[in-house]
């Protein structure tokens, strides 16, 4: 019974040793706590701070990397909004028109980009608009004929045109250089790929490009006019007639052919 009693003690010992090592150890992670904590408190104050730098900084950095995350306001609305609408005519040359509105409320420049300027032009290939003006693009393009006896509508274009926009101060002439001038201003407002009609197959599509087309031209026989003017006439160079004086002279002239058919 003694062995017995011997043998179960060592058991027993390691059993309430196994029951108290949670206990030992919370006592001892009681202990470390404070040596930690102290620890964690010198490194925090040996730290060195620079007032007005360090979150300054991260403001200004955080700030800016949420500026390029968010997109880019469009000034631009484009009717087609993503798509130039040809009429499929294979050796000719088709026209496509889009129609371009400043939604901004400052004056604003767009300028045309293709990948195939050799075989497409844009009329105008740009322009300033003031808020709320809407004009008509018209886009050139000559159609390459069929490869390998390739169906109709079977051919797609590889050809893109690209719309940027820049903001400037105000009513002025549009030069190509402003784009250059101002790179780091400049917005891309769309990228337009091509889509060939079937010109024999109506289609709300191509009633509303031949819409366009017709106000497109209208518009720029509107600009070829010369512009009335009330005001006085320019004759030659420099020669301002009023047209009161003109009467005037008339008149003297009538009297003397008067006075020599009298005498």
Request: proline content about 8%; glycine content about 4%.
């Amino acid at each position: 019974m003694a062995i017995d009693t011997e043998q179960k003690s060592p058991s027993d010992g390691k059993v309430w040793g196994i029951f108290k090592l949670p206990f030992r150890q919370t006592g001892n992670n009681a202990r470390t706590t404070p040596s930690s904590s102290s620890a964690s408190n010198l490194y925090v104050q040996t730290q060195p701070h620079v007032e007005g730098s360090n979150h300054h900084g991260s403001a200004i950095s955080v700030s800016s990397v949420a500026k390029s995350l968010l997109p880019t306001r469009r000034r631009l609305k484009l009717d087609p909004a993503n798509k130039l609408y040809f009429p499929y005519e294979p050796g000719k040359q088709v026209r496509s028109a889009v129609r371009i509105k400043n939604t901004s409320r400052s004056y604003t420049a767009f300028k045309f980009q293709t990948t195939a300027p050799k075989s497409c032009f844009m009329r105008p290939p740009g322009a300033i608009l003031a808020p709320g003006e809407s004009i008509i693009a018209t886009v050139f393009k000559f159609v390459e004929p069929p490869e390998n006896n390739e169906k109709q509508m079977d051919q797609k274009s590889r050809v893109k045109f690209k719309i940027m926009s820049l903001k400037v101060k105000g009513p002025m002439d549009y030069i190509p250089e402003l784009f250059d001038e101002q790179k780091d201003q400049v917005a891309i407002e769309q990228i337009l790929r091509v889509v060939f009609l079937d010109p024999e197959r109506p289609c709300p599509a191509l009633e509303k490009l031949k819409c366009q087309l017709d106000e497109a031209d209208a518009a720029l026989e509107a600009r070829k006019k010369p512009p009335e003017d009330s005001g006085p006439r320019i004759i030659g160079e420099g020669l301002v007639i009023d047209e009161w004086k003109e009467r005037r002279e008339r008149y003297l002239a009538r009297q003397q052919v008067e006075g020599l058919d009298s005498a």
